[in-house]
C-alpha cells in the first residue's frame, strides 16, 4: 500500500479513518488482495506440489514452555530444504511453529507478527496470550480455500501466559479449530512418534534443561519413524531449531547449545538404542 502520494507527505485516508485494532480487518477494509487467504488460485488438477515443514515439538515446565522443531522441508519424496527455519518468535513472551505448505507458513507468520505489533502499538498494550492465540485462529481460518487444494497451514502456538505465570500450548487444525494442550503436542508428519516419546519422557517438575533434552528426544524418535522429520545432522553441522519462553521472554538457543544437546542424546542413543531405561521404570 502506497504511503507516500505525489511526495506530498500525507498519508492517504485508508490510514487516518479510525478503525479496530487489527491489521487484518484494516487490510480486508483497503486491500483485501493482499491477505493470503483472498489470493485466487488458478484451477488444478490434483495437489499442488510445494514444500512441505514437517515436525514441531512443545512441552511445558515449571516457569515456561519449549517450543523446537527439526530442519527438513519435503517435497513429496525429495528433501525439499534441510535447513529450514520452522519456528518463530511472534512477539516478547510467544513463538509460533509452523507445519505444511512452508511458503505460505513463513508468510503467515509475518503476518501475525506484524497484526501483535499492530495491536500493541494502537492499544498501548500487549494482547493476553488467549488473544494471541484466537488471532492466530483467525489468520488458519482465513487460508481454508487454499488448504482444501493442498496448501494447508498448521502451526503449533505456544507463549508464556504473564496473567496466569505459566507457560501454555495451542494447537490448530487446518479449519482455525484451536485446542489448547496440556504439558505437552506436537504437529506435523512426525507427530504421533514425537508425541510418544514425550508422553514417556514427560514429568511436571521438568526444569528448563531438562524440557530441552526432551524435544531433542522427541525429534530424534520423529526422524527415526519418519522420513520427513530431519534428525540431527551432525556431519552438516543441523540441529534443531529450540526456543524457550519464560517470564523473561523469548530466547533461541544457540547453534553451540543445540549442538551440545544433539551431541548429547545421539550418544545416548549410542549406548542404549531402544531408548532411555528410565522411560521405562
Known amino acids: 500500500m502506497e504511503a507516500n502520494t505525489r511526495s506530498?507527505?500525507?498519508?492517504?485516508?485508508?490510514?487516518?479513518?479510525?478503525?479496530?485494532?487489527s491489521f487484518m480487518d484494516f487490510l480486508s477494509d483497503h486491500q483485501p488482495e493482499l491477505l493470503p487467504g483472498k489470493r485466487t488460485l488458478p484451477p488444478v488438477q490434483g495437489v499442488i506440489e510445494a514444500p512441505h515443514g514437517t515436525t514441531i515439538v512443545a512441552v511445558t515446565f515449571p516457569g515456561g514452555v519449549v517450543l523446537a522443531g527439526d530442519r527438513r522441508a519435503t517435497m513429496g519424496n525429495v528433501i525439499a530444504q534441510r535447513?529450514?527455519?520452522?519456528?518463530?518468535?511472534?512477539?516478547?513472551?510467544?513463538?509460533?511453529?509452523?507445519?505444511?505448505t512452508a511458503g505460505l507458513a513463513v508468510e503467515m507468520v509475518k503476518l501475525f507478527q506484524l497484526?501483535?505489533?499492530?495491536?500493541?502499538?494502537?492499544?498501548?498494550?500487549?494482547?493476553?496470550l488467549e488473544g494471541k492465540a484466537n488471532r492466530l485462529s483467525t489468520m488458519i481460518r482465513s487460508n481454508l480455500g487454499?488448504?482444501?487444494?493442498?496448501?494447508?497451514?498448521?502451526?503449533l502456538f505456544a507463549g508464556y501466559d504473564l496473567d496466569r505465570e505459566k507457560g501454555r500450548i495451542f494447537s490448530y487444525d487446518v479449519t482455525g479449530g484451536r485446542s489448547e494442550e496440556h504439558h505437552f503436542a506436537a504437529t506435523g508428519s512426525g507427530s504421533v512418534f514425537a508425541r510418544g516419546a514425550m508422553k514417556k519422557?514427560?514429568?511436571?517438575?521438568?526444569?528448563?534443561?531438562?524440557?530441552?533434552t526432551l524435544v531433542v528426544q522427541a525429534l530424534y524418535d520423529a526422524a527415526d519413524d519418519d522420513s520427513a522429520t530431519g534428525?540431527?545432522?551432525?556431519?552438516?553441522?543441523?540441529?534443531?531449531?529450540?526456543?524457550?519462553?519464560?517470564?523473561?521472554?523469548?530466547?533461541?538457543?544457540?547453534?553451540?547449545?543445540?549442538?551440545?544437546?544433539?551431541?548429547?542424546?545421539l550418544q545416548r542413543r549410542l549406548e542404549e538404542p531402544d531408548g532411555p531405561r528410565a522411560a521405562l521404570l
Open 8 to 21: 506530498t507527505g500525507r498519508l492517504p485516508a485508508a490510514f487516518l479513518t479510525p478503525g479496530s485494532s
Open 83 to 100: 535447513d529450514i527455519e520452522k519456528v518463530f518468535p511472534a512477539d516478547e513472551h510467544s513463538a509460533v511453529g509452523i507445519a505444511g
Open 115 to 128: 497484526e501483535l505489533e499492530h495491536f500493541e502499538k494502537v492499544e498501548g498494550a500487549q494482547l493476553s
Open 146 to 155: 487454499m488448504a482444501m487444494q493442498g496448501l494447508a497451514v498448521v502451526p
Open 201 to 212: 519422557l514427560f514429568r511436571d517438575d521438568l526444569t528448563e534443561d531438562e524440557a530441552t
Open 231 to 265: 534428525g540431527p545432522d551432525v556431519a552438516r553441522r543441523i540441529y534443531p531449531i529450540i526456543t524457550v519462553i519464560t517470564d523473561d521472554g523469548f530466547r533461541r538457543l544457540t547453534e553451540q547449545e543445540a549442538s551440545e544437546l544433539s551431541r548429547a542424546v
